[in-house]
Nanobody, 123 residues
Framework: VQLQAFGGGLVQAGGSLRLSCAASGLTFSSYAMGWFRQAPGKEREFVAAINWSGSRTEYADSVKGRFTISRDNNKNTVTLQMNSLKPEDTAVYHC?????????????????WGQGTQVTVSS
């Protein structure tokens, strides 16, 4: 199984970035997908998740109204559109796949992880 995240970069505060995660080696449409982020010296934290069909999404309070998660089961991709970026959004963003039930917020519920892509927001 491979999850490859891309689309990170350097952006000014207030700007936008679009992250994508390409999945292979798994039955993508069976998995819920999540995005997490980890800033230097901090624990990995939940950002957003989407269920297998795309009918349900969940967001961290810190990104609600600014970030949007979506998926394309035909292309085996999940996307995180990030708008109105803030310096505190700076982190390495990881995508993850979850097969079984359980809260989206807990990292331990995810079965597979991507390597991450760096997002840096300058003030």
């Amino acid at each position: 199984v491979q999850l490859q995240a891309f689309g990170g970069g350097l952006v000014q505060a207030g700007g936008s970035l679009r992250l994508s995660c390409a999945a292979s080696g798994l039955t993508f449409s069976s998995y819920a997908m999540g995005w997490f982020r980890q800033a230097p010296g901090k624990e990995r934290e939940f950002v957003a998740a989407i269920n297998w069909s795309g009918s349900r999404t969940e967001y961290a309070d810190s990104v609600k109204g600014r970030f949007t998660i979506s998926r394309d089961n035909n292309k085996n991709t999940v996307t995180l559109q990030m708008n109105s970026l803030k310096p505190e959004d700076t982190a390495v963003y990881h995508c993850a796949a979850k097969l079984y039930s359980g809260t989206y917020l807990y990292t331990g519920n995810y079965d597979y992880w991507g390597q991450g892509t760096q997002v840096t927001v300058s003030s």
